[in-house]
């Protein structure tokens, strides 16, 4: 792909939402220069690695082997004292998907993009933006040094970190409340559960957070943990929690740790605007990880493909003001705001509730004849069997 | 009291920068690197950390 005098788009990051953007617009034949810090895609992984088939089949991507580690047909939740909540293939609904290898999975979104027209430059870090009169003037610093490139609209894809929409004065900030801590290890030789992904909740476990098992292989997962912000006491505590956690349990304590890994994770509700002149914000630097679970792939997918829907016609009618791309707000909003919403409620809930409550609520759903997961069903499930526990959790 | 940081501790997740409230903290090639004149002591940084690479007293 040849260079561009101004790039119809800059889109900084390429995680799977900046990758997703860039293969999308370059599809429509725009012109995108998609910029990556880091000197490979993907790497160092920074996530649980669980993803949705529902994923794949929205941004069109075909399962492969290559980045594939197993299959999952559904969760198994925990309460504090291990009452179990097994949500099989029938109900666990968008839980039902694949463990993946997310450093060749990312590399595999990134060469659609690049096969569909886009130019990817890697160990290229955007370090300053400003506005001239057609768009952004982006200042990009590479091995070879600083120089400066011309984009009509710039895209923000860089992740939790979250530096480039402060650039377009939009403020990322998150409270406390708003953010967990997450440690995880891949590890070998563990016990897992065929097919299944698992979630143990409980404040000595994982305060506001939940300790995650994903099988990668018949004896191979991620372990890790999230904790919320507020409920760190000590330093370091996420790796001893997570340490204490693969101590107390058999299956995993006679296993090795094979790769460390940690991050930010915001458990907040998106920001309220994703749009100004010339400029989105999608992914986790737009805050669109479900703030309950924590997973932000797919959300960050979708309004990647929203986004560059929207930047195409506004490439087409010439009006790329925050008023010309602001369809763009509806388009993503309209699908994941209600649920991260919702979500986000739960999560607050998540953080006061005592362990005796939730040893409650996961017992009155593991007994109620579940159809689906939705808020409606777990309240009538919990309404059933505790009905006092109603107004503790009111939403 | 500023942030320091622990390079041997550290496992590059770089959460602290996400967390920092002033956006004080760069993760560059040559490592983290914390911007003087814009951190405010918090101690965000150093309390979320979730292996325990930052500590107090820097400069």
Redesign the interface.
Not at chain 1, 159 to 163: A, D, L
Not at chain 2, 46 to 52: A, E, H, L
């Given at each position: 792909m040849k260079y561009a005098e101004r790039w119809d788009c800059i889109i900084i990051g390429a995680g799977p939402a900046g990758s997703t953007a860039a293969w999308k617009l370059a599809e429509k034949g725009r012109s995108v220069l998609l910029l990556e810090k880091r000197?490979e895609i993907g790497v160092?992984v920074?996530c649980g690695e669980g993803i949705s088939k529902q994923l794949l089949k929205m941004i069109g991507l075909e399962p492969d082997s290559r980045w594939i580690s197993s299959e999952m047909d559904g969760a198994i939740v925990y309460s504090p004292s291990m009452i179990e909540l097994k949500l099989g293939p029938e109900i666990a609904g968008p839980e039902v998907g694949y463990v993946i290898q997310r450093d060749r999975f990312d590399q595999a979104i990134a060469r659609r993009a690049a096969r569909a027209g886009a130019r990817i430059e890697v160990?290229c870090e955007a370090v300053a933006m400003s506005r001239d009169g057609k768009g952004w003037k982006v200042r990009i610093r590479d091995l070879k040094g600083d120089r400066t490139e011309l984009a009509s609209t710039v895209i923000a894809a860089d992740?939790?970190?979250?530096?480039v929409a402060?650039w377009a004065g939009m403020d990322t900030?998150?409270s406390?409340g708003n953010?967990d801590?997450?440690?995880q290890y891949e590890m070998v030789g563990v016990e897992v559960v065929d097919r299944f992904t698992e979630f143990f909740l409980g404040r000595k476990k994982a305060p506001g957070g939940y300790v995650w098992c994903f099988p990668k292989g018949k004896d191979i997962a991620n372990v890790g943990l999230g904790i919320n912000?507020t409920m760190?006491k000590d330093?370091?505590?996420?790796?001893k929690y997570l340490d204490m956690f693969i101590e107390n349990d058999e299956r995993f304590s006679s296993g090795t740790i094979t790769e460390?890994?940690?991050?930010?994770v915001?458990v907040s509700l998106p920001l309220e605007r994703t749009v100004a002149d010339n400029f989105l914000v999608i992914g986790d630097a737009a805050r669109m990880i479900d703030p309950l679970t924590g997973g932000g792939v797919y959300n960050g997918c979708y309004a990647a493909v929203k986004a560059a829907e929207t930047l195409d016609e506004a490439l087409r009618s010439g009006d790329l003001s925050k008023d010309g791309l602001s369809p763009f707000e509806s388009r993503w909003r309209d699908h994941l705001e209600d649920e991260m919403a919702r979500n986000y409620l739960a999560k607050e809930r998540m953080i006061e509730i005592s362990d005796e409550t939730l040893d409650k609520v996961v017992h009155a759903i593991s007994e109620y004849d579940l159809k689906e997961v939705n808020t409606e069903e777990l309240l009538k499930a919990i309404m059933v069997k505790y009905p006092e526990v109603m107004e503790e959790i009111a939403l | 009291m500023r942030p320091v940081w622990n390079k041997d501790i550290c496992?590059?997740?770089?959460?602290?920068?996400?967390?920092c409230?002033?956006?004080a903290i760069?993760?560059r090639?040559t490592g983290l690197q914390i911007d003087k004149d814009l951190c405010t002591s918090c101690g965000?940084c150093?309390?979320?950390?979730?292996?325990?690479a930052l500590?107090e007293g820097g400069q």
């Open positions: 000197q160092p920074r160990r992740g939790f970190e979250s530096h402060g900030a998150l406390p953010m801590t997450c440690i912000a760190v330093k370091a505590d996420p790796k460390v890994n940690g991050g930010g915001s | 496992i590059n997740c770089v959460a602290c920068v996400g967390m409230p002033v956006k760069f993760m090639e965000t150093i309390r979320i950390c979730p292996v325990g500590e």
